[in-house]
């Protein structure tokens, strides 16, 4: 069995909610062992998320399965010379919390970083540790909103919309994770950590890509084009017997490949759809005549036919429809869980897939405190009688 | 000046489009040395996607300041001789054609693995490697459509909606960035490098979150719910006197927030909004209460009043909103450029920032082939002899 590409590794987790727990998760699949700190009077409230099995949440196991839970106080002191001692004995600090909170605790990069220069601790935050607006509280949603993604999703004639999923919490989840990673990279070289500091906002801003050059250097305000890229025809969704499909055509080539799988062979010479400039000149009469072809057939049929012709098409799938898919569960992303007391899971699969490196690690959804004498042994190598004063003292509740 | 986390890590970016050189652009934001090929006789397509200052696409330099730019024709045996060359002397090889492309080109992973077993290839491409749709094409529009982010973005009674930016393409390069980053670490410990194979489709799939796992472990299908999120009550947009706010109070404590900011500090004692649950099964009265109350003052007044009484509040900015917005400046998301021949441009800013180490390099979008000799020379160590050969065999143009 070759090994894991992050194994040894240890990551002290102190997050919630998804950006968090989504980072550590993704570091967890490459072999890192994450340890996560909740209150032991109060369990991190993403337990309680929706959707549920029973009372259990599934949503809370996609993003936190195999990993170490173990409970400490923080706000007392003897909580917090523990986490001192975690932080000694480990590689990456993880936390989520509004900016100040981890000050407040005691437990910021200043007061860690003399403890264990090798240190490498990730903030991640709604805004940022900077900035006039670091010290609100966000949501993806938030984040969308602020950042100008809503106001170019929808409609011309209705409202700025969020995207349907948390799209701004998973690319932090991935950014932070690469800055971890890189930063354990440069470590192995200068020997010391850092403090990262990640924003939501700053990753919604990224996540604009054109929209936010455009705007920047032409004064151009982009707005809400429905499914159509403004610059590009065909590129929108088309309406079939039974749903919808998407096509795309970049370039002339695809154009030709469409048309045939259409049975028109001779629209690429009609002087409205010559070349990428007089087609989107001509935009919506191209939409009419597709629609007019597509609306003939199923979904299935325009996608079988299309592809046979080579050109850029795709089914617009809800969500059983691409759960269900055969490449779904050919990519490894089904990914079945026995979770102890609640039964079989099925939750995503890791994104990412490695020769020469095992990926995906087994693992349930531990309970608050499961973990709690694996870590005083295994990692701060406490003794029985260490242990037990540990226990007496309520520290780890 | 402190060094860079990924200094001295060559890349060889073999890619077009988003994803694969927005991958490349954040690894060289944080110090690695990334290196572009074009073929001598066709420029990359993406130097000529909208939008435009000019006649320079501001769009590719998003994704391409900094990196050095070399002409290879890969369809020689010469070109492919150079690129061996090139693997040999390089970290990382990045990647993301339809796959079967590199190895018809001579250039996949078992073609290299052996002249650098340290190399670390990642490929990037819609489908992935394996799986019965790996051979196809795809685009970030069409994954949002196959795994079924589509279908939960938009309205109940409109058709399924793309995001209105690459978020499955920016995710996508943040995974494998991360992926790469993972790779370098695991390579620092165990001297071999490894292939990885990163899927639009399995990020897609991942960022689908709570609604794969709702579906795969309930059978429950989710749909469009607006901007509304179907658990929480009040998430959603409101309407203001003009524009709209995005107002989440995901427990009790946020709710009577925005109840004092609203001047109606009764309200949570109302039985129809006491709990969280109850709010819930009474949203549509909730909303138009809220409404009643925010379509009386401006989206910036809302967003004071509710502020300053400590409940989630957040603009829905427009694109010049929010990158004209103080924190975007704050953040160092405004990246100041000078594009020889074109003058000033503004870019996107890193989303990593990191003590110790830093962030972002200068630089400018490179013209194809610019690098050749600096290749040929400070990479590959060519004689003046051998450059000249070289440079007549025309197989770098």
Request: proline share 7%; charged share 20%; with cysteine.
């Amino acid at each position: 069995m070759p090994g894991l590409m992050l194994e040894g590794v240890k990551i002290i987790d102190f997050t919630t909610t998804v950006a968090g727990p989504a980072c550590s998760q993704f570091l967890s699949q490459l072999g890192a062992e994450v340890i996560k700190i909740e209150s032991p009077v109060k369990m991190d409230d993403a337990r309680y998320y929706p959707p549920y099995k029973g009372s259990f949440s599934i949503s809370f196991a996609a993003a936190n399965i195999g990993k170490r839970c173990v409970t400490i106080d923080l706000k007392k002191l003897e909580g917090v010379a523990l986490f001192k001692e975690m932080a000694k004995a480990c590689d990456v600090f993880l936390e989520n919390y509004t900016p100040g909170t981890v000050k407040r605790l005691g437990i910021d990069y200043d007061a860690l970083k003399d403890l264990n220069p090798r240190l490498i601790m990730c903030s991640i935050s709604a805004y940022g540790q900077t900035g006039p607006l670091s010290s609100l509280p966000g949501y993806d949603a938030t984040i969308q909103a602020m950042t100008g993604l809503m106001s170019v999703t929808g409609y011309p004639d209705r409202p700025p919309l969020r995207s349907g999923t948390l799209v701004v919490d998973v690319s932090t989840a991935f950014c932070a994770a690469l800055s971890i990673c890189a930063a354990l990279y440069a470590r192995q070289i200068s020997g010391i950590g850092t403090h990262l500091d990640i924003a939501m906002y700053d990753v919604g801003i990224n996540l604009l890509e054109s929209k936010f050059v455009d705007y920047a250097n032409t004064g151009n305000v982009p707005t809400r084009t429905g499914n159509r890229f403004p610059f590009i025809s065909p590129f929108d969704t088309y309406q079939t017997k039974d749903s919808y499909v998407m096509i795309i055509c970049a370039g002339d080539g695809p154009f030709i490949d469409l048309c045939n799988g259409m049975g028109m062979p001779d629209l690429p010479t009609d002087e409205r759809f010559k070349d990428i400039f007089t087609r989107n000149a001509h935009e919506p009469e191209l939409k009419r005549i597709i629609e007019d072809w597509s609306t003939q057939y199923t979904t299935a049929e325009v996608v079988e036919k299309l592809i046979a012709a080579g050109a850029p098409v795709a089914a617009v799938h809800d969500i059983k429809q691409a759960i269900d898919h055969p490449h779904t569960q050919a990519r490894g992303m089904l990914n079945a869980v026995e979770q102890p007391g609640v039964g079989n899971l099925v939750l995503m699969g890791p994104p990412v897939k490695a020769s020469n490196y095992q990926v995906g690690k087994p693992g349930h959804t531990h309970s608050p405190g499961e973990d709690n004498i694996w870590l005083l042994k295994e990692i701060l190598g406490k003794s029985e009688a260490e242990i037990q004063k540990i226990s007496e003292s309520k520290v780890m509740g």
